[in-house]
């Protein structure tokens, strides 16, 4: 079954520290994975997709297949970081699969 | 890229009653998805819209419950039929993706059935 996880719904970290969002996903074939940020009343919009590799707003993340993951990460976290994070994953039909998200707060 | 007009932004609807949501964008497009984004649970894809063919529905969601025109490559509607408090949620309207874009939301219609 091609599924996308995110196991916290919540992350909490402190101005500074490193960030690591986790999403696992499941998918018989060769998917092309997404992250989507959802800023305070502010529509979902694209983070960064794993083909393009580049690095946006500090954040990147790793297409890992051996261990089908996807994990955001920021070495440092800044509070405008704060908003809901969705890992998606695109199949052959150009059709998203989301997780559930996960809520990222950057405390002062 | 794509802007996205959706609405309403919100409503509060009796049960029994229909709601159509309407989606705009500024630009000619060959495929709108309508998600559907239950109260903590993740979006849920419910049918792709083409212009000129009838809608494509994902497992669980049906035309008549979610009826959905496509009149013209900018436009598009979504209907919730017969509304119950479990169709509370937030609905969205989406462009895109294809192999080189990403896609672009509306800014979402949350739906309060009462």
């Known amino acids: 079954a091609q599924r996308v996880t995110q196991p916290e719904k919540l992350l909490s970290v402190f101005k500074g520290a490193p960030v690591e969002l986790k999403c696992n996903y499941s998918y018989s074939g060769s998917p092309e994975l997404f992250w989507y940020v959802q800023y305070s009343r502010q529509r979902l919009q694209l983070l960064l997709r794993?083909?393009s590799r580049e690095s946006i707003k500090g954040f990147t993340a790793d297409l890992n297949k051996g261990e089908t993951s996807f994990h955001l990460k920021k070495p440092f976290a800044q509070e405008e970081d704060s908003a809901m994070y969705y890992c998606a994953l695109m199949g052959g039909t150009y059709k998203y699969i989301f997780g559930t998200g996960t809520r990222l707060k950057v405390l002062a | 890229s794509a802007v996205i007009s959706q609405k309403p932004s919100r409503d509060i609807c009796q049960r029994g009653t229909s709601l159509t949501i309407q989606c705009q964008v500024d630009?000619?497009?060959?495929?709108m998805f309508w998600y559907r984004q239950q109260p903590g649970q993740s979006l849920t894809l419910i049918a792709t819209?083409?212009?000129?063919?009838?809608?494509?529905?994902e497992s669980g969601f049906v035309i008549d419950k979610f009826p959905i025109s496509r009149p013209n490559l900018t436009f598009s509607t979504l209907t919730v039929s017969n509304m119950s408090p479990e169709d509370s949620s937030i609905y969205l309207c989406?462009?895109?993706?294809?192999?080189?874009?990403?896609?672009?939301f509306g800014q979402g219609t949350r739906l309060t059935v009462v």
């Open positions: 794993h083909i």
């Open positions: 630009s000619q497009v060959t495929m």
């Open positions: 989406s462009v895109g993706p294809d192999r080189n874009t990403e896609a672009f």
């Open positions: 819209a083409n212009q000129g063919s009838e809608a494509t529905y």
